[in-house]
T-cell receptor, first 113, second 112 residues
Framework: EPEVTQTPSHQVTQMGQEVILRCVPI?????FYWYRQILGQKVEFLVS????????KSEIFDDQFSVERPDGSNFTLKIRSTKLEDSAMYFC???????????FGPGTRLTVL | AQSVTQLDSHVSVSEGTPVLLRCNYS??????LFWYVQHPNKGLQLLLK??????LVKGINGFEAEFKKSETSFHLTKPSAHMSDAAEYFC??????????FGTGTRLKVLA
């Protein structure tokens, strides 16, 4: 069964460093999303992406965040200058055309020290 | 604004007894509703989805959920809990755009 994959599974970084989280979507999916879950809190929407553009973003998704699909397969989330409060589990999700069902990857646990 | 409320943060049941995880939603339109399960160190797996075809939705692993518009509820049930059901369960609603609105999650513990 096709699945969404994410790398790395765990990333540890120093405050102020840049990180890139990667996601490989299900092959025929065209809608991509990032969510995050701070430990003990609910899963929060960050951004949705379609046709090489951001469709929607939350207020969490400020100028420190960016997304792109650089090679037509990987979908990446970049945090330019990480803060302690960026420590969270980051989930990538994808969906196909004509459906609102999203399929989630296993997540990347980001720890900012 | 849309919101999803999961009424119990923790639920404990004995193996072989029924499971009930409660979810209420608030929406200005008729959303799609989902239940996802998250096992430790795993991603979010889709259990079931409600659109509008039927109010009782059957999912994987013996779970089902009933949509009640009058109560704005979408509770998840299973007749007989299994040890492998121990996990965190999330009730999710669509928002009218593409993003999902998550409930806070219910951690299900199954006692032997």
């Amino acid at each position: 069964e096709p699945e969404v994959t994410q790398t790395p599974s765990h990333q540890v970084t120093q405050m102020g460093q840049e990180v890139i989280l990667r996601c490989v979507p299900i092959s025929n999916h065209l809608y991509f999303y990032w969510y995050r879950q701070i430990l003990g809190q609910k899963v929060e929407f960050l951004v949705s992406f379609y046709n090489n553009e951001i469709s929607e973003k939350s207020e969490i998704f400020d100028d420190q965040f960016s997304v792109e699909r650089p090679d037509g397969s990987n979908f990446t989330l970049k945090i330019r200058s990480t803060k302690l409060e960026d420590s969270a589990m980051y989930f990538c999700a994808t969906s196909g055309v004509g459906t609102d069902t999203q399929y989630f990857g296993p997540g990347t646990r980001l720890t900012v020290l | 604004a849309q919101s999803v409320t999961q009424l119990d943060s923790h639920v404990s049941v004995s193996e072989g007894t029924p499971v009930l995880l409660r979810c209420n939603y608030s929406s200005s339109y008729s959303p799609s509703l989902f239940w996802y399960v998250q096992h430790p160190n795993k991603g979010l797996q889709l259990l079931l989805k409600y659109t509008s075809a039927a109010t009782l939705v059957k999912g994987i692993n013996g779970f089902e959920a009933e949509f009640k518009k009058s109560e704005t509820s979408f509770h998840l049930t299973k007749p007989s809990a299994h040890m492998s059901d121990a996990a965190e369960y999330f009730c999710v609603a669509t928002s009218g755009t593409y993003k999902y609105i998550f409930g806070t999650g219910t951690r299900l513990k199954v006692l032997a």
